[in-house]
């Protein structure tokens, strides 16, 4: 169960667009709680900047999001979280 006020911690990052699609589609359909911090400002004028896009999970989703990404690390992009 979820909490009132929940905590987040960052379970991937990337600088993929397409990691991002994939990832947020798999969350999505395991009903994860999460947002992408640094999403939008990697698209500004298509540029690419300094930041990755990272993924945040509510804390107590983080060890369910780990076993769901735990086949996906490193399929599009080498560069992402332990």
């Given at each position: 169960?979820?909490?009132?006020?929940?905590?987040f911690k960052?379970?991937?990052k990337t600088?993929?667009?397409?990691?991002?699609?994939?990832?947020?589609?798999?969350?999505?359909?395991?009903?994860?709680?999460?947002?992408?911090?640094?999403?939008?400002?990697?698209?500004?004028?298509?540029?690419?900047?300094?930041?990755?896009?990272r993924v945040?999970?509510?804390?107590?989703?983080?060890?369910?999001?780990?076993?769901?990404?735990?086949?996906?690390?490193?399929?599009?992009?080498?560069?992402?979280?332990?």
């Amino acid at each position: 169960m979820l909490s009132d006020n929940p905590q987040f911690k960052e379970v991937y990052k990337t600088y993929n667009h397409s990691d991002i699609a994939f990832i947020k589609s798999l969350l999505e359909a395991n009903d994860v709680l999460y947002y992408v911090n640094n999403e939008n400002i990697n698209m500004v004028g298509g540029l690419t900047f300094a930041e990755p896009m990272r993924v945040m999970v509510e804390e107590e989703q983080f060890e369910l999001v780990k076993e769901l990404l735990a086949e996906f690390q490193g399929r599009f992009t080498k560069f992402n979280a332990e």
